[in-house]
């Protein structure tokens, strides 16, 4: 698939670390969780999950991310997408459990927005190094119970997701999902396994991305293949047993990086 040319028509400073740019087209046959291919012309061509059907929300860590928010209001991109497997949407009968880590907040959100709209029972456990750094809080507040933690303790409870997660009756819920910093959903996956509840929760995933289709291989995770761009990069937890995950992924060059 071709790039397809998109205009940048807002810019939102989202956190000190964190800024949304929204398109003039929109993805309307995107599922929550499903991601993009952003050419950033003459620099890279990177991954970035939709953080609504006409925007992705960035975070600044790279040469293609610090040139993304170095363009202004009108500047274009190229997009390929959407790709991957998203979200299992809820039923309107089922009680859901999310739990977003700093930017990982951005896939969860639509997904939070969508459930709200069908009328799913819901509750958000949201974390971030500090309170300038917690993302999309009006979103998650008007979408269900709210449940806030800030590593320094800035905002609300001084703490992670997982103390939040440690006092939650997970049997409660009939779908968890859970995106952020791989080892704090390793965190997660490890407690979740001890409940018996991996097989009702998802993860969202990150690696490096270079095709973005399934063909390359350039994702794929020990020790079973599992293409992260086709196969995710939302997966089941129990995907997940016996995998690299939350232990290392691989680089540009296919060389191991530990977590």
């Known amino acids: 698939m071709y790039p397809i040319n ?101 896939p969860l959100a639509p997904l939070a927005e969508y459930a709200a709209s069908t009328g799913v029972c819901m509750s958000t456990i949201l974390g971030a190094r500090n309170a300038d750094e917690l993302l999309f809080v009006d979103r998650f507040v008007s979408c269900g119970e709210m449940h806030l933690t800030t590593d320094d303790g800035s905002a609300h409870r001084c703490g992670f997701v997982t103390d939040i997660l440690a006092e939650t009756d997970v049997a409660a819920y009939d779908r968890i999902y859970t995106c952020g910093p791989e080892m704090m959903m390793k965190a997660i996956f490890g407690m979740l396994e001890k409940e018996n509840a991996l097989e009702k929760t998802e993860f969202s995933l990150h690696r490096y991305f270079k095709c973005g289709i399934g063909v390359c291989g350039a994702c794929c995770m020990d020790k079973k293949g599992l293409r992260v761009c086709k196969d995710g990069p939302v997966f089941n937890g129990m995907e997940l047993i016996d995998s690299e995950f939350g232990s290392y992924m691989r680089g540009p060059s296919g060389n191991k990086k530990q977590f």
């Open 6 to 106: 998109v205009k940048i028509t807002k810019i939102i400073r989202e956190t000190p670390s964190t800024r949304t740019f929204v398109f003039d087209r929109s993805f309307d046959e995107a599922i929550a969780g499903q991601f993009v291919m952003v050419w950033i012309r003459g620099v890279d061509e990177i991954p970035m999950t939709l953080s609504s059907k006409n925007s992705i929300t960035v975070q600044k860590v790279g040469d293609a991310t610090e040139k993304l928010f170095c363009l202004e209001e009108g500047a274009e991109l190229g997009i390929r997408g959407p790709f991957g497997k998203g979200f299992t949407l809820p039923g309107k009968d089922e009680k859901i459990l999310l739990i977003a880590g700093g930017v990982g907040a951005a």
